[in-house]
């Protein structure tokens, strides 16, 4: 039993799960195949610009995607360095994705966060920053780009202190600026390292140097090395120190810069991350704080994705284990329904790419195949019945009706939509009254439509158009006696219903919706819900 028990601390103390959030073209795709290619996984990386014959990312895995040069959804990506497991959760970084990059963040422990030296803080970072400081996620900067002329690395440590309010502690720092960028400065290990070349797509490599390297000298010049002299002794008299605990209570981000373009410093970057980043943590349920080592299984689905393979049409929950050990054909408990599953089909991921897993430890993330019973939020227990911190669904902002071009695809549309939606890829509306009248779409951002109707037709044969609709917002309702007829005020104000029955108000602008929360006062207007969880609502 005890042996049992030390190999389970074992293996969970060897996780690592994370996440890396940024703003559109920082760089993040790039940055995640540099990882993959670093930690072995992949032999040549690919490019999110790849054209022809050029090799296509790892992450970016959809038609779509590979189309627009752009990551629609969250991939998961497993490798092996320095003798860790290694879970990278790759998410959208553009803004309209971002609800599915929340929902993934709820399965991180830590979070690489990528700066574009040239552009600096963005706002989508800043959002994606403040849900990882409400989840009290640790964050590991990287500056990115430094093959670019950008600005100041000392401007942008402070840029990050002043706009996100976190104090920065370089980890290393840059030998030379844009085209003079040729090396780092550990500033842990107090070493030298000059990068042998840049060749993108194969791992490039990095000699040690000294203060006094003559190649270096000739590089650089004279004036350049002196002020690099200059800005590491700033650094160690006046720089923050670097405090473990408060890097894990998310209180200090350690910073490191390099070129995911080039290669130069990933290496470094990943050499650190593996001992900074904590093993799997202990996570509040239901039933109080669970800790990662406790032998009985548990965890969450926080992603369901449709039609990995089109050939299958498959249907994967992705399930983020929180304790002890997964074994392929266990029972475990499906607390929402309080029905026992058979985990008989079950894989681990290199993107679209699946592998058959017996075995998995807390911290790792399991595919299960799944016919239709499993939601988003859904926990999954072999002891006690717990349930995990929900995963909300938001307010959508872009509201569109459904037009069906071929009447007789009606029931590949609702079943397209159906699945779709039980994803998050779209939200799902029908009229209170009509519930066969096309149905309304609701997205937090308006390239989610372009994505669903893309899917739609290469995955379900169905060809769609939208018609725009004028609302802005929308609140899910909860209340006793409450007449939706008063609701409604055609055109700008509408009453529909959501997939699980939940009503909710459609409204033009958001005059409108304070109006209508002051008009009801015994009416509960909810901007966020927990995906099936009913609400109370009685006509």
Request: proline share 5%; aromatic share 8%; with cysteine.
């Amino acid at each position: 039993m005890d042996e049992q028990l030390n190999r389970l601390r074992a293996e969970i103390a060897a996780r690592r799960t994370f996440a890396i959030i940024s703003h559109p073209d920082a760089g993040k795709t790039t940055l995640t195949e540099k990882l993959l290619l670093y930690g072995g996984a992949l032999h040549v990386a690919g490019s999110v610009r790849s054209r022809g014959d050029g090799r296509q990312t790892t992450s970016d895995w959809m038609d779509i995607e590979r189309q627009r040069g752009i990551s629609v959804s969250s991939s998961v990506l497993q490798f092996e360095y320095a003798g860790r497991q290694m879970n990278l959760l790759d998410t959208p970084g553009h803004n309209d994705f971002s609800e599915d990059t929340y929902r993934t963040l709820a399965a991180a422990d830590t979070a690489i966060m990528l700066i574009d030296c040239v552009k600096g803080v963005e706002p989508q970072t800043i959002k994606l920053f403040q849900v990882c400081r409400m989840r009290g996620i640790p964050i590991v900067t990287f500056v990115n780009k430094l093959d670019r002329d950008g600005k100041d690395p000392f401007e942008l440590l402070d840029e990050i202190e002043r706009v996100l309010g976190i104090p920065c502690s370089p980890a290393n720092w840059p030998i030379g600026f844009g085209r003079s960028f040729v090396g780092l400065v550990d500033r842990w290990t107090r070493s030298l390292q000059v990068f042998q070349g840049s060749s993108g797509s194969r791992r490039g490599e990095m000699r040690p140097a000294s203060w006094d390297d003559a190649e270096l000298l000739q590089i650089l010049g004279q004036s350049q090395m002196d002020r690099l002299r200059d800005d590491v002794a700033l650094l160690d008299t006046a720089g923050t120190p670097f405090d473990r605990e408060g890097f894990l209570a998310g209180q200090i981000t350690p910073v490191f810069f390099g070129s995911a373009m080039t290669n130069c410093g990933l290496e470094p970057l990943l050499d650190h991350f593996v001992d900074l980043a904590p093993a799997p943590r202990t996570r509040m349920t239901s039933a109080g704080p669970l800790a990662a080592d406790e032998p009985a299984f548990s965890g969450f689905v926080f992603k369901i994705q449709a039609n990995m393979d089109p050939q299958h049409r498959d249907r994967i929950a992705f399930v983020r284990i929180c304790s002890g050990r997964f074994v392929r054909g266990m029972d475990v408990q499906h607390v929402r329904t309080g029905k026992t599953l058979t985990l008989s089909r079950s894989v681990q991921f290199m993107a679209q790419t699946r592998t058959v897993v017996d075995e998995a430890f807390s911290g790792d993330i399991v595919g299960l195949w799944d016919p239709g019973v499993l939601r988003i939020g859904d926990s999954l227990c072999e002891a006690q019945p717990l349930e995990f911190e929900g995963i909300p669904r938001f307010s959508p902002e872009h509201f569109v009706r459904v037009r069906l071009h071929d009447p007789l695809k009606r029931k590949q549309l609702k079943k397209g939509l159906e699945q779709l939606s039980e994803e998050g890829a779209v939200q799902v509306f029908y009229d209170r009254q009509r519930m066969e009248r096309d149905p309304i779409l609701g997205a937090v951002g308006a390239l989610q439509f372009e994505v669903v109707e893309h899917r739609l037709r290469g995955e379900y044969g169905v060809r769609i158009g939208f018609d725009r609709l004028p609302y802005r917002f929308a609140r899910w309702i909860e209340g006793d006696g409450i007449d939706f007829d008063q609701l409604e005020l055609p055109g700008r104000q509408s009453c529909v219903v959501d997939v699980e029955g939940r009503p909710l108000v459609l409204f033009e602008t958001e005059y409108l919706l304070r109006r209508t929360e002051e008009k009801y006062q015994s009416v509960t207007f909810i901007s966020a819900v927990q995906p099936g969880r009913s609400h109370r609502a009685a006509a």
